[in-house]
């Protein structure tokens, strides 16, 4: 285990409800109710149940309506950090560090690169060649088995599509998924949740796009670097 990014989380509360997708509303002790922000998109439903434990941390921002970022929910007593606003940092040191494995320590590293209608998440110099990658985040998973999406996304089906087309025009490309839940022993696309993205997921597969699923924890004080996730040889149940 490998420490990426220290991330003390401050208060814990329990969930209430989630009024749209970046706000919910928490319970803190003493029985106060704050408005804290939700940065990940997704449903989280597994995540943010109610009476669920979540820790939070003070925004940095002064004047914010919501003065807390939601950072981790707990599931079967363990956290699942779910701020993607923290992705890139923690991509960028597992890049530069090289322990993604079969990608190794780029020799340069450009983040936000426009290529074709995206703005992908990185362009990577690594041994001489160009290497397109995108990075999500995955907090879902179902007896033993890590799932993306968790909720439909035109994006990121989108962005595959993009992988696919620098593969086809002579480039490397690849999809890191920061996979935040140790519970995990393997790796799949939701196709039950999102259909579409199953298909173009193994279509990049077939074509030669990457995939690294990346296993990470949070102890509610690092987030943790355990390894890599393998694609699962079965379908999920």
């Known amino acids: 285990m490998k420490k990426v990014l220290e ?24 029985g106060k109710v704050v408005e804290v922000h939700v940065h990940d998109p997704g449903r989280l439903k597994e995540i943010l149940r109610p009476n669920s434990r979540v820790l939070l941390k003070r925004a940095d921002k002064e004047g914010r309506r919501t003065k807390y970022d939601l950072l981790a929910g707990e599931v079967d007593g363990i956290w699942v950090f779910v701020h993607s606003g923290y992705h890139r940092d923690i991509s960028t040191y597992l890049l530069q560090k090289g322990v993604v494995d079969g990608i190794g320590r780029p020799s340069t590293l450009h983040p936000e690169y426009r290529y074709g209608k995206s703005r992908m998440d990185f362009m990577l110099e690594v041994g001489g060649e160009m290497m397109l990658v995108e990075v999500k985040g995955c907090t879902l998973s179902r007896s033993g088995v890590a799932l993306f999406p968790d909720a439909p996304t035109v994006r990121g089906r989108r962005h595959l599509e993009e992988l696919i087309r620098a593969v086809k025009e002579g480039m490397r490309a690849a999809v890191i998924f920061l996979t935040f839940r140790p519970d995990s022993t393997c790796f799949l696309p939701n196709g039950e949740t999102d259909p579409d ?22 102890d509610g004080w690092w987030i943790n670097h355990l390894g890599s996730l393998p694609i699962c040889t079965t379908p999920s149940g």
């Open 7 to 30: 991330l003390p989380g401050e208060l814990i509360g329990r969930f209430v409800s989630r009024p749209n997708r970046f706000l919910a509303t928490v319970e803190l002790d003493g």
């Open 197 to 218: 993205f199953e298909r173009t997921f193994w279509r990049a597969v077939d074509v030669g796009v990457e995939v690294y699923p990346i296993l990470l924890s949070y």
